[in-house]
């Protein structure tokens, strides 16, 4: 049996928990073990010449993601926490023989990643130990740091677009009273395995140094308030193959440093204010190209936030307001891998974010605000809500399709509906972006998603999830052609453990690179998942979905497309 293969026998069976005995210090911890297992097989349109109507191509890959976590609570109140995360990933008939000769259609690993298996690979992804007290707490090895909103630093998992990026370094936090000490350091450690997404020609990650501090202060009155900072290194192409930890002597890329302020109550409303300044002490941070003989003078950016939240009558109402100044660009050597070391509010609607959208939630030169306003009714049995997002993008560089600056609208309306089993969400808008020449025109978004269950007898119910957007561009320089999308979904939830579900996708959009496997444009998928436990949950897929940008959080991805099938297992033990 090849490697391969028993790494795929052992990782397919779910471990039992268990309760540490004896008399030591770790005596009654108890043992987790999560264990999240997929096998796809893909089909791909990928033909070897001469063989056009042979699926060689097609592929199959195996994932596995094994999570153990040691917990001890003690008497005295302290407790103890450590965990590790195991990635494993196997291809197989990812190779032919052509006139004697070997070939690989894909190669699971890219160059400087050692394995002992050419198509196999298992990596100890994460590992944390963890001591709180009740005053303190210290981890050391793999953990996440978000500051304030994010805009300085919001390094964190984010499973719906498979982003799990940590820090490995250590975390410690100290509380004394009303004031909150946090210090976190060390060097990035981004995932080697996807788990939802593709793996072919892996690469090991470049890893960069982060350094932060937050002080926080509570109970000032109906104030908190608080300070903290930033320092970045980031790897460098010519920094493959070298210690990731010599980041700390290397001279920094960038610091940020912010502030916050949030007022509980005051006037009635619920206040928060953030405002940041980046300072990039590297000319590759702002797109220059390093020059000896001349000083590099630093790049100042900055992000100002604000956001306060009301509650007349049975309205709740937010509104928010932000400008930002070249704080993207704290991401530059980080973007092309898929995930942000800071992120700011973006204000958009994630569910219909675009190409062209996608623009201005990376912009370097923008600023607006957004109103939404909810009203409870029928007893908290109807909310109907209204929400107006006004933007200026001045920006017109990298992503954007437009030349002269833009100022985009976008006005949503939407209600919440339970009641006698029924729950229904509907969301609809239209999105402007109007360009200050009028030579170019405007980008139009309609767009509208809903989601209904209904009930049908015993403990069956319905659910039907739609959305559909129709975009428009104006005139650009590289001209793109109008295009609509719709992703539906029909589940019959069988009681409490089974779920039927159909799937339809279509997209006529020419910059997605997938291709609909029941036409063209037409994607269609039938998904079964079965829970026979509570901590135990199998699916099985087989179908098609297109590629496209998917973001969460204030994070936006390019996901590839799939075609084929796929069967999960995931365990709780």
Not at 497 to 514: A, E, G, H, R, T
Request: glycine share 12%.
């Amino acid at each position: 049996m090849s490697p391969a293969l028993l790494l795929l026998g052992l990782s397919g069976g779910p471990a039992h928990a268990f309760e540490l005995v004896g008399t030591g210090p770790l005596a009654g911890a108890t043992v987790q073990v999560t264990d999240d297992f997929e096998l796809r097989y893909h089909q791909t349109d990928r033909r070897l010449p001469g063989f056009e109507d042979r699926r060689i191509h097609d592929y199959v890959e195996q994932v596995n993601r094994l999570n153990l976590l040691l917990s001890q609570r003690w008497d005295s109140g302290d407790a103890l926490t450590a965990g590790v995360q195991l990635d494993e990933v196997a291809l197989f008939s990812n190779r032919y023989i052509l006139d004697g000769t070997l070939y690989h259609s894909w190669d699971l690993l890219g160059d400087g990643v050692a394995s002992p298996w050419q198509d196999a690979f298992v990596e100890l992804e994460k590992g944390y130990l963890t001591f709180r007290g009740r005053e303190a707490e210290l981890t050391l090895g793999d953990g996440y740091a978000s500051f304030g909103r994010g805009i300085a630093l919001n390094i964190k998992k984010n499973s719906d677009i498979d982003i799990d990026t940590s820090i490995r370094g250590a975390k410690g936090t100290l509380r004394l009273g009303d004031t909150e000490l946090m210090v976190v350091s060390g060097i990035t450690n981004e995932q080697q395995v996807s788990h939802d997404q593709p793996n072919i020609g892996i690469e090991r990650d470049l890893s960069n140094m982060v350094t932060g501090l937050r002080l926080d202060r509570y109970g000032i009155g109906p104030a908190n308030a608080g300070l903290h900072g930033v320092v970045y290194r980031f790897g460098r192409g010519a920094d493959q193959g070298v210690d990731p930890w010599a980041r700390y002597a290397e001279p920094l890329d960038a610091v940020v440093g912010g502030a916050n302020l949030e007022l509980l109550g005051v006037g009635g409303i619920d206040w928060y204010a953030e405002g940041d300044v980046f300072a990039y002490l590297n000319p590759e941070m702002v797109g220059q190209v390093a020059d000896a003989d001349q000083d590099f003078q630093p790049v100042v950016g900055h992000v100002a936030y604000a956001s306060g939240s009301a509650y007349p009558g049975q309205a709740v109402v937010l509104v928010e307001a932000k400008h930002s100044s070249d704080s993207e660009r704290i991401n530059s050597f980080v973007t092309a891998e898929g995930w942000e070391v800071a992120t700011v509010p973006t204000m958009e609607y994630e569910r219909v974010i675009t190409e062209d959208s996608a623009a201005a939630v990376n912009s370097n030169d923008i600023w607006g605000g957004r109103v939404r306003v909810d009203y409870s009714a029928a007893q908290g049995l109807v909310v109907p809500y209204v929400s107006v997002a006004a933007l200026r993008d001045s920006d017109v560089d990298v992503l954007h399709f437009n030349r002269s600056p833009e100022t985009v609208v976008h006005p949503l309306a939407g209600l919440q509906w339970t009641g006698t089993g029924v729950t229904a969400q509907l969301n609809t808008g239209l999105r402007l972006d109007v360009r200050d020449d009028a030579a170019e025109g405007q980008d139009r978004l309609v767009h509208g998603d809903g989601d209904l269950s209904i009930p049908i007898t015993g403990k069956d119910h319905l659910e039907l999830a739609v959305a559909v957007k129709h975009f428009a561009w104006g005139d650009n320089v590289q001209q793109q052609a109008d295009f609509m999308e719709m992703e539906n979904a029909l589940a019959w939830h069988r009681g409490e453990k089974l779920v039927f579900i159909l799937y339809q996708d279509w997209s006529d959009n020419p910059l997605v690179q997938s291709e609909g496997n029941l036409a063209e444009k037409l994607y269609g998928a039938a998904e079964v998942s079965w829970e026979p436990a509570t901590n135990l949950t199998l699916r099985a897929f087989y179908g098609a979905y297109k590629a496209g940008i998917r973001c969460s959080g204030g994070q936006c991805r390019s996901l590839p497309g799939f075609e084929g099938a796929r069967l999960a297992m995931t365990g709780t033990f």
